[in-house]
């Protein structure tokens, strides 16, 4: 049997909400989208403390290791009329 590899990608979430990865522990939220679309928030990886996120904008990655794997969350969309964000978690 195949192994398969972790991945999840968001539906659209609205600033103020946080993504959260009950797999890993990982949480990530933006709280205020620019109009020239560079983002505030917070992310806190894996056994970590929570970091401010200052001027992300998509295509932002942030890798880690959990459980002796590589993961990737990439910020892939920020859609500053709809207040909203998606991002996207993958085993590397």
């Known amino acids: 049997m195949e192994y398969q590899k972790y991945f999840l990608q968001s539906e659209p979430i609205n600033t ?3 993504f959260i990865d009950s797999f890993t ?7 205020q989208i620019t ?3 560079q983002a505030f928030g917070s992310i ?3 056994s970590s ?7 992300v904008s998509p295509g932002q990655k942030w890798v ?3 459980q002796g794997k590589e993961f990737e969350l990439v910020l892939l969309e ?4 709809y207040d909203s964000y998606k991002v996207q978690l993958s085993e590397k």
């Open 78 to 81: 920020l859609n500053y009329l």
């Open 16 to 18: 103020g909400q946080v």
């Open 35 to 37: 109009y020239d679309r």
């Open 44 to 46: 806190t990886l894996p």
């Open 25 to 31: 522990g990982l949480t990530f939220g933006i709280r």
């Open 64 to 66: 880690f290791n959990f």
């Open 49 to 55: 403390t929570s970091q401010e996120i200052n001027n």
